[in-house]
């Protein structure tokens, strides 16, 4: 993209671009590149103490508590400075912006730095390995569904060991992930042997860390949509909210009105979910109340509202749920729309501008809005208890139970069948 501006005569074009700067005469087609030099003479110490003074007034005015909180920003801010000329580089710079927006006690906010250099990258073969493998190379616990060894050619299953990647063997002691840098995409020969013990070679194109995290993902979800299956018989549904937002919202609103349409109710996760903004949506999808069903002959076909969720549901939620992970669960327990299980969320619910300073590979964060409730209490650092309150065991987590989702099977069919004894 090209930035285009006129001299004052209008008789020659400037273009400002990612390759450059250029001018072409209006009279003639002809581009001229413009070359230039510049040198700007920074002085650090001053432009942080400026960053630092922008930070102080900024969070000052914008600040969603004209109170900050109780603090006493000024002297606070005051007490920071004097490490200013201690300071010389970004890293510890954003550490003590940190330190200070911390002091106002409250979510959204700090300081980060992003430095410009990039190291190397690790890939993913989308193989899970045996941790209790003794010996050479790497033996394949799971291969991850939709990863690089995931088609019907391959001879990589579980129980095989991978020897070598693009010829370098990995013996007992071989860091094997430095053998991943910075090859994702890339055709990569890997040396295996079977559990029958025939030596093979494939060549696959390895995926990058974030790609393996998102296959991952997709994994524990459909774990825990199986294992709901299981628990309830058939009888229960279950969806993961990822994220607090459209694109989260679509996929539940997909599964919920799709193949969960026929359930008797819907376990809805909203665990490691870092926040959005989805609560209104989450409360209208959830508070379907049963008016009409449509018949065809004598055959019930389809109960109105037909777009919402009509029938009972509970809601998971854990410590690691954050801003709108934490609004969420509460306007689905204040609303009344099924019970809570799991574990305390922090009040994390504000929201926040991001704000970029004057070096930009730094930026900050302002809450500017918080969220009251009607009895004039704040729901950041407002703690949300669950109805039901359960934490996982480590040691149980990694035998591949999950007991939280257990939990919130019984609850929900015990409810279930409760109701329909009551209606009798």
Same mark, same amino acid.
């Given at each position: 993209m090209r930035s285009l501006s006129f001299d004052k005569d209008g008789k020659t074009m400037f273009l400002l671009g990612s390759r450059g700067m250029s001018k072409m005469a209006v009279s003639s087609e002809k581009i001229t590149p413009i070359t230039y030099s510049a040198v700007m003479k920074l002085d650090p110490a001053a432009e942080r103490? &400026?960053?630092? #003074?922008?930070?102080?007034? +900024?969070?000052? #005015?914008?600040?969603?508590?004209?109170?900050?909180?109780?603090?006493?920003?000024?002297?606070?801010? $005051?007490?920071y400075a004097k490490f200013l000329p201690h300071i010389n580089n970004n890293y510890d710079f954003a550490e003590m912006l940190s330190e200070l927006l911390g002091e106002l006690n409250v979510s959204h906010t700090g300081a980060r730095y992003f430095p410009s250099a990039v190291g190397e990258r690790t890939a993913s073969l989308g193989l899970l390995f045996d941790l209790n493998h003794k010996g050479n190379g790497l033996k394949v616990a799971e291969v991850v569904e939709n990863g690089p060894f995931d088609h019907a050619n391959t001879l990589v299953k579980p129980g095989t060991v991978i020897e070598a990647i693009n010829g370098q063997k990995i013996d007992?002691? *071989?860091?094997? *992930?430095?053998?991943?840098? =910075?090859?994702? !995409?890339? $055709? *990569?020969l890997v040396a295996f042997t079977s559990p029958s013990g025939a030596h093979n070679e494939e060549v696959v194109l390895p995926i990058s860390t974030a790609a393996m995290s998102n296959l991952l993902y997709q994994r524990w979800v459909k774990q825990r949509a199986a294992d709901v299956d299981s628990l309830s018989g058939g009888r229960l549904g279950y969806v993961h909210i990822r994220s607090m937002n459209d694109a989260s919202f679509r996929t539940i609103y997909t599964d919920l009105l799709g193949k969960y349409v026929d359930r008797e109710g819907i376990v809805i996760d909203t665990r490691w979910n870092g926040g959005g903004?989805?609560? +209104?949506?989450?409360?209208?999808?959830?508070? %379907?109340?049963?008016?009409?069903?449509?018949v065809i002959r004598g055959q019930d076909i389809c109960d109105m509202p037909s777009r919402r969720? =009509?029938?009972?549901?509970?809601?998971?939620?854990?410590?690691? =749920? &954050?801003? #709108?992970?934490?609004?969420?669960?509460?306007? &689905?327990?204040? $609303? !009344?729309? %099924?019970?809570?299980? %799991?574990?305390?969320?922090p009040g994390t619910m504000t929201s926040v501008n991001w704000v970029d300073l004057q070096d930009d590979s730094m930026l900050f964060g302002i809450p500017v809005i918080g969220y009251?409730?009607?009895? %004039?209490?704040?729901?950041?650092?407002?703690?949300?208890e669950p109805d039901v309150l359960i934490l996982n065991d480590p040691d149980v987590i990694v035998t591949g139970r999950d007991q939280q989702l257990e939990k919130a099977v019984e609850v929900l069919l015990l409810d279930i069948d409760s109701a329909k004894k009551g209606k009798k």
């Amino acid at each position: 993209m090209r930035s285009l501006s006129f001299d004052k005569d209008g008789k020659t074009m400037f273009l400002l671009g990612s390759r450059g700067m250029s001018k072409m005469a209006v009279s003639s087609e002809k581009i001229t590149p413009i070359t230039y030099s510049a040198v700007m003479k920074l002085d650090p110490a001053a432009e942080r103490e &400026y960053m630092f #003074n922008y930070v102080k007034q +900024e969070e000052k #005015n914008r600040f969603y508590d004209v109170k900050m909180h109780g603090v006493d920003w000024e002297a606070m801010t $005051k007490a920071y400075a004097k490490f200013l000329p201690h300071i010389n580089n970004n890293y510890d710079f954003a550490e003590m912006l940190s330190e200070l927006l911390g002091e106002l006690n409250v979510s959204h906010t700090g300081a980060r730095y992003f430095p410009s250099a990039v190291g190397e990258r690790t890939a993913s073969l989308g193989l899970l390995f045996d941790l209790n493998h003794k010996g050479n190379g790497l033996k394949v616990a799971e291969v991850v569904e939709n990863g690089p060894f995931d088609h019907a050619n391959t001879l990589v299953k579980p129980g095989t060991v991978i020897e070598a990647i693009n010829g370098q063997k990995i013996d007992a002691d *071989t860091d094997f *992930t430095t053998l991943l840098a =910075n090859i994702s !995409g890339k $055709k *990569t020969l890997v040396a295996f042997t079977s559990p029958s013990g025939a030596h093979n070679e494939e060549v696959v194109l390895p995926i990058s860390t974030a790609a393996m995290s998102n296959l991952l993902y997709q994994r524990w979800v459909k774990q825990r949509a199986a294992d709901v299956d299981s628990l309830s018989g058939g009888r229960l549904g279950y969806v993961h909210i990822r994220s607090m937002n459209d694109a989260s919202f679509r996929t539940i609103y997909t599964d919920l009105l799709g193949k969960y349409v026929d359930r008797e109710g819907i376990v809805i996760d909203t665990r490691w979910n870092g926040g959005g903004r989805l609560h +209104e949506d989450i409360e209208v999808l959830f508070s %379907g109340d049963k008016y009409l069903t449509q018949v065809i002959r004598g055959q019930d076909i389809c109960d109105m509202p037909s777009r919402r969720w =009509n029938k009972p549901s509970i809601m998971l939620q854990c410590e690691a =749920n &954050y801003s #709108n992970a934490h609004g969420t669960p509460w306007v &689905y327990k204040h $609303k !009344g729309l %099924g019970k809570l299980v %799991g574990a305390p969320v922090p009040g994390t619910m504000t929201s926040v501008n991001w704000v970029d300073l004057q070096d930009d590979s730094m930026l900050f964060g302002i809450p500017v809005i918080g969220y009251r409730t009607a009895e %004039g209490n704040y729901l950041e650092n407002s703690q949300l208890e669950p109805d039901v309150l359960i934490l996982n065991d480590p040691d149980v987590i990694v035998t591949g139970r999950d007991q939280q989702l257990e939990k919130a099977v019984e609850v929900l069919l015990l409810d279930i069948d409760s109701a329909k004894k009551g209606k009798k």
